[in-house]
């Protein structure tokens, strides 16, 4: 049974951070990618981050770049998303999502991603 399962969401004020994890059972997590991808109300998934299975490079879309840091820790078979300067406008359910092979990570496409997470809720608000 393949899991991953998210945790780290909450209320947070703008310009606050969060440290949302992903964990992963029934897998390696160490050889797959892992992206991070969020959901906001009424508004289509969109990619927000990648980390390679191999050499550990990452991948930021715009909107988060200098604000947002991916890393992993193979050990743990946990993968984090580090948040900072938090905007209401990244209000979302935040996915974590594993990719064995194919480029949609590295893309940040939802589709191709082999196994997903339940998602956790990130509220920014005053």
């Known amino acids: 049974q393949v899991q991953l399962v998210e945790s780290g969401g909450g209320l947070v004020q703008p310009g606050g951070s969060l440290r949302l994890s992903c964990t992963a059972s029934g897998f390696t997590s160490d050889y797959y990618s892992i992206g991070w991808f969020r959901q906001a109300p009424g508004k289509e998934r969109e990619g927000v981050s990648c980390?390679?299975?191999?050499?550990?490079?990452?991948l930021y879309a715009d909107s988060v770049k200098g604000r947002f840091t991916i890393s992993r820790d193979n050990a743990k078979n946990t993968v984090y998303l580090t948040m900072n300067s938090l905007k209401p406008e990244d209000t979302a359910v935040y996915y974590c999502a594993a990719e064995n092979s194919g480029s949609s990570c590295w893309f940040l496409r939802s589709d191709g991603m082999d196994y997903w997470g339940r998602g956790t809720l990130v509220t920014v608000s005053s």
């Open positions: 980390i390679g299975s191999s050499d550990g490079s990452t």
